[in-house]
Structure formats: structure tokens, C-alpha cells
């Protein structure tokens, strides 16, 4: 995995603002943007590991805490 | 081993080694305060990256590479070892820890991002006095392992089972310990552990 900088907020005006403000990637491979937003990890970090993915920037959103998304009833999903 | 050039500082890798090993509670690299939420395009990314957790109610600041995952920074850095890395790459479970009542698995989730929270782990079960959690001793009771690498990942998931309330049919225990893979195939016997260990904590 390469360095990264990381940053974590819980507001998403301001999640945006640094995704936005982080320099661009000269190359234009998506798995190679400048910055990615981590929410849940399994598929970033995953990547991340591997080498697939290298931001130079993380920025954390798992604080956004999202009402929808905790509002879904996995046990309803499951098993209705 | 003490070398008399006069050359500044001594950094070898061997007392590196040692300052890091005599430093896993406290590690104090920096003697700044940790930058949280600051823009951090200037500084370079391989500073050490400062968090401050509560783990099985210590506290512990560490100063590590960006880089470290939780389960990396308990096992290596916090010298909790119960934690186990199996595939670290969030398929067998081995690395389930809590977060803030939360099972996450520890090998996905990046130790800076849980600066300031609380994190459970299969050390912190039991109480101080040595008397096994509820769950730990159903495992026992049960036999509900055979060579045990993935229990702590099965212990602390089926804490977290119980107390998010999906317990209440060997159906429901199943689909919610469906994260934590045993290669044993103990299965039945964690499902008979969960189910013991659930009226205990209830009656806690």
C-alpha cells in the first residue's frame, strides 16, 4: 500500500470540498484519482493492499452516518 | 552494540526496535498535537499518524504509519494479540472486533479511523477478576472449536450477535454469524454455545 493523507469529517459539504480540492491525477485511469472517500473499506482497502487503488488521499465519511442506511432492515431482507 | 562515532543521533534499526517495542502503550513520536481535520496536503504522508483510542477501556496514543490497519495496530503496536489475522482481506472474520458496540473486521478498517472510539476485543470479554464472559464460557461448554484460530473473531461476533438481538432462532444465529468462517467446521456447536451463552446474558 502506498502513503496516503487521510482525513476524516463528518460533514459532507466538507467531504466534497477536499475530494474536490485534491490535486488531479495526470493519468486517466479511475482506479488511479487522486482521492477516494472511505465509507465501509472492504472494497478500498481490499484494493489498496493490492495495489490496484493508490490515492494519495483517503478521506473518511464513515461519520456521515447516513439515516437511510440505518434505517435498512437486514432481517426483513433475509428472511421475508 | 554502543557505538562511540560522534555523529549526532544514533538511529539503528536495533534501537529503533527497542524504543518501539518499550513504547507499545504510550508511543509518543511526535511532540505536536495530532492534526485532526486539518488539510493534509503539506505535510508528507509517511509521518507517523497519531490516535488516540480506548481499547477494552485503557487508553492507548499511537503513533503509526497512515498505512496501519486496526488489527495490524492491536496486534503489533498495542500488543494485543488475541485478535487473530487470517486472510486479512475481510473474507474469514478471524480479525472481528468491536468498535463502539459495532463488530467491524479489523484487517478492512484503517487504525486512523478509529481515532477517538471505543474498540472491544476478545481481551476485554472477560472481567478483571479472570471470570470468562458468558459467551467464552458456552465455547468451552460446548467445544464449540477445534483449533481455535478463528474463535476470538466467533466470540466477539456472537457478543455482538446476542446484544444486536439476532439470536432468537438457530436461523437467525446462523445468518448473522455467516461473517466468521471456521474451517474446523465447529458450526453446530457455536450455534449451541450462542444459544447458551444468550439466556446468560440476558439474565446479566
Same mark, same amino acid.
Given at each position: 500500500m502506498q502513503p496516503f493523507h487521510f482525513a476524516r469529517t463528518a460533514d459532507a459539504k466538507s467531504a466534497v470540498l477536499m475530494h474536490g480540492s485534491s490535486p488531479k491525477d495526470a493519468s486517466s485511469d479511475p482506479a488511479n484519482t487522486s482521492a477516494q472517500y472511505l465509507a465501509g473499506g472492504t472494497t478500498l482497502l481490499d484494493l489498496m493492499k493490492l495495489g490496484v487503488t493508490r490515492p494519495e488521499q483517503v478521506i473518511d465519511?464513515?461519520?456521515?452516518?447516513h439515516p437511510k442506511l440505518a434505517a435498512l432492515n437486514l432481517e426483513r431482507m433475509a428472511f421475508d | 552494540m554502543v557505538s562511540h562515532t560522534n555523529s549526532g543521533p544514533q538511529w539503528s534499526r536495533r534501537n529503533f526496535l527497542a524504543t518501539s517495542a518499550a513504547s507499545t502503550m504510550s508511543v509518543t513520536l511526535l511532540d505536536h498535537p495530532p492534526t485532526t481535520a486539518a488539510p493534509s496536503s503539506a505535510a508528507d504522508p509517511r509521518n507517523p499518524f497519531v490516535t488516540n483510542t480506548t481499547i477494552n477501556n485503557r487508553h492507548y496514543r499511537l503513533a503509526i504509519?497512515?498505512?496501519?490497519?486496526l488489527l495490524d495496530a492491536l496486534r503489533?503496536?498495542? @500488543?494485543?494479540? @488475541?485478535s487473530k489475522k487470517g #486472510?486479512?482481506? @475481510?473474507? #474469514? @472474520?478471524? #480479525?472481528t472486533v468491536l468498535v463502539d458496540g459495532r463488530r467491524v473486521l479489523s484487517c478492512l478498517t484503517l487504525a486512523a479511523s478509529t481515532d477517538g472510539k471505543n474498540i472491544t476485543t476478545v481481551e476485554g470479554l472477560a472481567q478483571m477478576d479472570g471470570t470468562l464472559h458468558p459467551m467464552q464460557q458456552a465455547f468451552i461448554d460446548h467445544d464449540a472449536f477445534q483449533c481455535g484460530y478463528c474463535t476470538p473473531g466467533q466470540i466477539v461476533s456472537a457478543v455482538a450477535c446476542v446484544d444486536e438481538g439476532h439470536a432468537e432462532s438457530e436461523a437467525t444465529i446462523r445468518e448473522y454469524m455467516s461473517g466468521n468462517l471456521c474451517r474446523c467446521a465447529a458450526y453446530p456447536n457455536i450455534v449451541d454455545a450462542i444459544k447458551q451463552a444468550k439466556t446468560k446474558m440476558k439474565g446479566a
Open positions: 465519511i464513515n461519520d456521515l452516518g | 504509519d497512515v498505512r496501519t490497519t503489533e503496536h498495542a @500488543g494485543l494479540a @488475541g #486472510c486479512d482481506h @475481510g473474507q #474469514c @472474520g478471524a #480479525c
